[in-house]
């Protein structure tokens, strides 16, 4: 069984500035891939990004890039330049390897609000 | 992309009824589909996964008897909530996956059923 942690469940940053979200995932997987989605109010799950384990570089899109720590177990979430409509939820993910990876295990989530 | 859709968006029903949702894929064909449940300001859990032809799976503490869920054809599958009660309210969202396509993009959520129950 595998777990995603998620430490903060509320998070501020004030508009145009970066802000990093944490996820800490526990596997036993050699070969895994962690995911990032944006919930905003209207409850529609947004994939963000998506970084495999054997990746060698860290994944970016856009304004979102991860902040890849395999020895640490951690992929960390890192946007910049925060616009208002980052308002949302964010959820760290990972394949669920006991339904052989068709689904999704998340994690708590972080509910980040922008500032003006 | 891929689109999934559920209807109803939001459905308000009264204790004991029942209630339909329904999960579609709009441009492809998902032999397996998901059904998540998530609660207040929690984090979605998945209830059951639902493969094209057969009976769904259910997770642990999920009852099959009260959360019927019928996958009766490649582009359809429906969650019915039989006798509800207000702790069934909930958001529930389905996500379909397109097989072979590769990480990360071959599963899609559908933008999620609001049930409140009275």
């Known amino acids: 069984a595998q777990k995603i942690t998620q430490t903060q469940p509320g998070m501020f940053v004030q508009e145009k500035e970066a802000v990093t979200l944490d996820c800490t995932y526990d596997?036993?997987?050699?070969?895994?891939?962690l995911f990032w989605y944006k919930q905003p109010s209207s409850g529609e799950m947004i994939f963000l990004i998506y970084?495999?384990?054997?990746?060698?570089q860290n994944a970016t899109e856009g304004r979102y890039s991860l902040n890849f720590q395999k020895a640490r177990k951690s992929a960390n979430l890192v946007i910049s330049a925060s616009q208002l409509g980052d308002s949302a939820m964010y959820f760290c993910?990972?394949?669920?390897?006991?339904?052989?990876?068709?689904?999704?295990?998340f994690g708590p989530g972080t509910r980040l609000s922008v500032l003006p | 992309g891929a689109v999934v859709s559920q209807h109803p968006s939001w459905v308000i029903c009264k204790s004991g009824t029942s209630v339909k949702i329904e999960c579609r894929s709009l441009?492809?064909?998902?032999?397996?589909m998901f059904w998540y449940r998530q609660f207040p300001k929690q984090s979605l859990m998945l209830m059951a996964t639902?493969?094209?032809?057969?009976?769904?799976?259910?997770e642990q503490g999920v009852e099959k008897d009260k959360f019927l869920i019928n996958h009766a054809s490649l582009t359809l599958s429906t969650l019915t909530v039989t006798s509800a009660h207000p702790e069934d309210s909930s958001f529930y969202i389905c996500?379909?996956?397109?097989?072979?396509?590769?990480?990360?993009?071959?599963?899609?959520f559908g933008p999620g059923t609001r049930l409140t129950v009275t």
């Open positions: 970084q495999g384990s054997y990746d060698e």
């Open positions: 639902s493969n094209e032809g057969s009976k769904a799976t259910y």
């Open positions: 441009d492809f064909q998902a032999t397996t």
């Open positions: 993910a990972m394949r669920d390897p006991d339904n052989y990876g068709q689904n999704f295990v």
């Open positions: 596997t036993s997987d050699q070969s895994y891939g």
């Open positions: 996500s379909a996956r397109i097989p072979g396509t590769g990480f990360p993009h071959e599963q899609y």
